[in-house]
Nanobody, 126 residues
Framework: VQLQASGGGLVHPGGSLRLSCTAS????????VGWFRQAPGKEREAVSC?????????RSVDSMKGRFTVFRDSAKKVVYLQMNNLRPEDTALYFC???????????????????WGQGTEVTVSS
């Protein structure tokens, strides 16, 4: 049972990136997926999440609304985090995590997530 976040890289301020979260050993549609990030020297924080595919309700924390969007492609078995208008303060290691219990409303609490990926690095710099 594994999750893999990918798609990170170096981007200029104002640019965009799309991160992907894929699973092996389980069906991602049956899980809510959360995106979290940890900047150097800071604690990990929630970014966005999406409930199980039965409802696909997506949420982003207030500070990310309008710039970050999470969505699921069930056919490709991927959950994406689309990040637009990136800022240097968005530089961080981004993780995806899976939660088997959230069919309607996903959570921003780390403790609600059972499976974690290893993260993908995002650097926003000119």
């Amino acid at each position: 049972v594994q999750l893999q976040a990918s798609g990170g890289g170096l981007v200029h301020p104002g640019g965009s990136l799309r991160l992907s979260c894929t699973a092996s050993g389980f069906t991602l549609d049956y899980y809510a997926v959360g995106w979290f990030r940890q900047a150097p020297g800071k604690e990990r924080e929630a970014v966005s999440c999406i409930s199980q595919s039965v409802s696909n309700n997506a949420r982003s924390v207030d500070s990310m609304k309008g710039r970050f969007t999470v969505f699921r492609d069930s056919a490709k078995k991927v959950v994406y985090l689309q990040m637009n208008n990136l800022r240097p303060e968005d530089t961080a290691l981004y993780f995806c995590a899976a939660d088997a219990t959230r069919d309607i409303k996903c959570a921003f609490r780390e403790m609600d997530y059972d499976v974690w990926g290893q993260g993908t690095e995002v650097t926003v710099s000119s």
